[in-house]
């Protein structure tokens, strides 16, 4: 046993401690060698008495923190701030853009000739922007029309008469005779399914058609110093829309020139009073508005 401990011991004492060993007397070897050996044998019963520690689990808290990239085209402008000055009607974050002169100065706009219009100045504007489009729900297909009828009560009870009728017939007569009434209900009632998804599949897809017609409405805008006619869908921010009464504002936007307004927000509201737009107090315009008097 003691020659195990000083075979360890000297293993021990080459590899961890490096001690002159030359210099001491022989006396002074073996209690140096006894002294470490009990050191080692305290430590060697020691250790299996040790409790582990419990190791708690540590949990990590990340923060996500979104860095705003302004466009390098419209570095002045913050994106992200834009679409809230007008929903929020925020006149204390639009005087941070020094009024409207100054938010159109940072979107490069022209008050007077609009923006230049051109196709690489719309490309840039949309990519930096959006486009004046909402996202469109997916088209309903013939399936979901056959599940809808389906679903339909009276369908339902129709199918129910018909399996006991089925059942019924086929026990008291027999599978050659008696599945005459109940197959031919079951026939009659798929095809009243059959032809309710049809007729409501292509009613669907015309309304599809008509809506994309009726939305699809050409609005005037100053672009390059001239008034034309573009389509709601392709206008773009900066862009300089000229109103009329009776016209549908077509986007979110600022009043920039005239004494004042009248529109009707009835439509985002529920309130029927008139909303009255100028420069100073609400000079904000909203989408799907109807403008009813201009002064």
Not at 69 to 94: A, M, R, T, W, Y
Not at 111 to 133: H, K, M
Request: hydrophobic residues 40%; proline residues 4%; neutral net charge.
């Amino acid at each position: 046993m003691f020659s195990l401990f000083q075979d360890s011991l000297d293993n021990l004492e080459r590899s961890m401690l490096v001690l002159p060993t030359t210099m001491l007397t022989e006396p002074n070897q073996k209690r140096w060698h006894m002294a470490f050996a009990a050191i080692y044998c305290s430590r060697a019963f020691y250790t299996p008495l040790k409790k582990p520690r419990k190791k708690f689990p540590v949990s990590s808290t990340r923060v996500v923190i979104d860095v705003f990239e302004p466009h390098p085209c419209f570095s002045k402008i913050d994106q992200s701030v834009l679409p809230g000055i007008v929903k929020q009607k925020n006149l204390d974050q639009l005087g941070k853009y020094d009024g409207v002169k100054g938010l159109a100065c940072g979107l490069e706009t022209n008050l007077e000739n609009g923006i230049s219009g051109d196709t690489e100045d719309v490309l840039r504007r949309s990519e930096a922007f959006g486009s004046n489009t909402y996202r469109r729900p997916p088209a309903k297909n013939l399936l979901y029309f056959v599940w809808e009828a389906l679903r339909d009560p009276t369908i339902l009870i129709l199918l129910v008469c018909a399996a006991l009728s089925l059942g019924f017939g086929i026990k008291e007569h027999g599978l050659k005779d008696g599945w005459y009434d109940g197959g031919s209900i079951f026939v009659a009632v798929f095809l009243v399914i059959a032809v309710s998804a049809l007729s409501n599949f292509r009613q669907n897809r015309q309304f599809v058609k008509l809506s994309k017609v009726s939305n699809n409405i050409q609005v005037d805008v100053m672009r390059n110093g001239r008034r034309q006619q573009v389509s709601i869908f392709e206008i773009v921010v900066g862009d300089v829309v000229c109103l009329k009464i009776g016209d549908q504002v077509p986007a979110d936007g600022l009043f920039i020139d005239g004494h004042s307004l009248l529109v009707d927000e009835s439509s985002m509201t529920g309130e029927s009073d008139h909303v009255e737009v100028d420069l100073t107090q609400n000079p904000f315009l909203f989408s799907g508005t109807k403008v009813l008097e201009i002064d």
